[in-house]
């Protein structure tokens, strides 16, 4: 090794010790005839001392030409530092090492981005020299978080019997939601591979293989449109275990996740057992199946309320079916009409079609808005849903489905513009008893709420074919702070009943064998019943470091137009690249490849 310690390890036990040190210079400072440096290192940080009388020429003048991020190897003697001049700041910061001799180990040119401290600089320069941002103390904290994160799951999960196997990358293209990746293969012309969405049908087959217990840190791949908590290839906490029930599951990895969180989250676990909510609970509650629970607003259902009530939004909405849901704001009673024109803006977004309001004076008197049309109603409205003077209070009139969902975005917005969300605790739940199938069918066909070969509930079975929307899953998922950082139910293990839900949302035999004939095959060998989850690792980790997106979390992610501004990929391939696997650019893409 070029060093016998690392930078953030030496302590006033050390003192006297003739130590050698290597790192790049975090900064740099001539006090005239002593030069003081700041070695940095992953661990840490050590002043070093070259004083030109103790020294000598040759070190000195070494040190005196050295810059920030030049790469330097020191040897000298660990000292006290001079009293009054100790750093709490740092773990090194009472000790500092008086050098004898000094050797450059590479230059660098000045960075053009800020090592030592954060630049404000616009993230794509960041992504563009990836490299030098990694060096940076948040990202080395964020990497080890992953790390230790990571190494706690192989170790719990491999302590429990649970194998760790590696699944292909690639497999077959087959429906599960999101665009595959394309792989043209070269020796057999016109087909493909694709890159995996998830090892789901993998890991199912593991459990007819009698595998039992499979764990896998597996990287995925999505061609879907980028935001924070997305990126194109992504990792996963792969889970699937045989002879298990919905319970079984949530005990364990109620266990495990608890257990990670108090062991490595910078970010610490809200206090009490988590709790389990049905997804009904949620979406009346909340008006989200994740919910962000580190704060308490609530939606109130007051349809019996202004069920007679001469608005006749309200009246009307109810006697076709709908209902009428609300949710205070508080302290918004001062809201203009443009402010309550925003909020509108965002319930519209989430599909209602309007959003009535009602202010508090403060005596807790109703104003502005529809408070003209709910003059008898507007005293029990206040009551039931808690309103106090000051308040505002906000009201979707639709279907229950969309009522509750657009309220849930408002409720969303405001808790981050209000500053009602807590950032500073990890609040999580179960969201258990999804609908097998969308609640809303686009197409005319049940859609999966989550997948094709999720389970519906055993005793709910009958139903399939009568009322499949009136059908739940066997089902869950685990939420934290607004996100879904994890999901899973039990799977259909038997072949009649997978070519039911398949034959439901659309699929004829034909194509249910070319898709996922190994599959059903395989159900008529004695497939074990099973179930499992998944863990978006890159969000669980981005949320115990208290990150904004799960960028800051990844040692070479994409931007948001998945492109790796680094290494300049996707880039423009040679001819022959493409004649090896018999593929021909066309239209925008052949001009584009002209271009480059």
């Excluded at 609640?439 to 389970?455: D, I, K, V």
């Amino acid at each position: 090794m070029l060093k016998t310690h690392n930078c953030g390890e030496l302590r006033v036990e050390n003192v006297g010790e003739t130590v050698t040190l290597a790192g790049w210079v975090n900064n740099y400072r001539d006090m005239g005839g002593v030069i003081f440096i700041d070695l940095r290192d992953r661990w840490g940080l050590t002043q070093i001392v070259i004083d030109a009388e103790k020294a000598g020429d040759a070190a000195y003048n070494t040190a005196d030409a050295a810059r920030s991020e030049w790469v330097l190897q020191v040897t000298g003697t660990v000292d006290n530092r001079l009293e009054g001049m100790n750093n709490p700041n740092l773990d090194t910061g009472e000790v500092e090492i008086t050098v004898q001799t000094i050797t450059v180990l590479n230059k660098a040119k000045t960075p053009p981005i800020l090592i030592d401290r954060e630049g404000g600089e616009d993230e794509a320069l960041r992504l563009k020299y990836r490299y030098l941002d990694l060096r940076r103390q948040r990202m080395q904290r964020n990497l080890t978080v992953r790390h230790n994160t990571i190494n706690f799951i192989r170790n719990f999960l491999s302590d429990r019997d649970f194998l760790e196997i590696e699944t292909p990358i690639l497999f077959k293209s087959t429906p599960e939601g999101a665009r595959d990746y394309l792989v043209p293969s070269r020796v057999h012309p016109g087909k493909f591979y694709a890159l995996p969405q998830s090892p789901q049908q993998l890991k199912q087959m593991l459990m007819v293989g009698g595998i039992e217990r499979y764990f896998q840190v597996a990287r995925c791949f999505r061609d879907e449109d980028q935001r924070s908590d997305r990126q194109p290839e992504f990792t996963q906490l792969d889970i699937e275990m045989s002879f298990v029930e919905q319970a079984d599951i949530i005990e364990l990895f109620s266990q495990m996740t608890k257990e990670m969180i108090n062991a490595h989250s910078i970010i610490p676990l809200k206090a009490g057992d988590i709790p389990v909510l049905t997804y009904r609970e949620a979406m009346d509650t909340y008006g989200s199946d994740r919910p962000d629970l580190s704060f308490d607003m609530k939606l109130v259902d007051v349809s019996d309320l202004v069920a007679d009530t001469g608005f006749k939004v309200f009246s009307g909405t109810i006697k076709n079916g709908g209902m009428v849901k609300a949710l205070v704001l508080p302290g918004c009673g001062h809201y203009s009409r443009k402010d309550m024109a925003d909020l509108e803006a965002v319930a519209k977004k989430a599909g209602a079609k309007g959003l009535a309001f009602m202010l508090t004076d403060e005596e807790g008197n109703a104003k502005g808005g529809i408070s003209k049309f709910l003059t008898a109603e507007s005293a029990a409205i206040f009551a039931r849903a808690g309103v106090k003077a000051g308040d505002a209070i906000v009201f979707g009139a639709d279907t229950r489905f969309r009522a509750n969902t657009a309220l849930g975005e408002v409720r969303s917005h405001m808790g981050a513009k209000l500053g009602l969300r807590n950032m500073n605790e990890l609040a999580l739940a179960w969201v258990v008893d999804f609908p097998l199938f969308e609640e809303e069918l686009a197409n005319g066909r049940p859609t999966p709420m989550h997948h094709m070969f999720t389970s519906p509930k055993q005793e709910q079975i009958p139903m399939l074919k009568e009322k499949p929307l009136d059908v739940l899953a066997d089902a869950y998922d685990l939420i934290c702070n607004g996100f879904e950082i994890a999901g899973g139910s039990i799977r259909i293990h038997n072949r009649e009943l997978q070519n039911g839900i398949m034959n439901l949302i659309g699929m004829d035999e034909e194509e249910a064998h070319d898709q996922f004939g190994h599959m059903l095959e395989a159900f008529e060998y004695g497939a074990p019943p099973h179930g499992g989850m998944a863990f978006g690792l890159d969000r669980v980790v981005a949320l115990m470091t208290g990150e904004p997106n799960i960028r800051e979390v990844m040692a070479f992610p994409k931007n948001q137009q998945a492109q790796d501004l680094m290494a300049d990929a996707p880039s423009a391939v040679v001819s022959q690249q493409l004649d090896d696997i018999h593929l021909a650019l066309s239209g925008r893409a052949l001009i584009d490849q002209m271009e480059e």
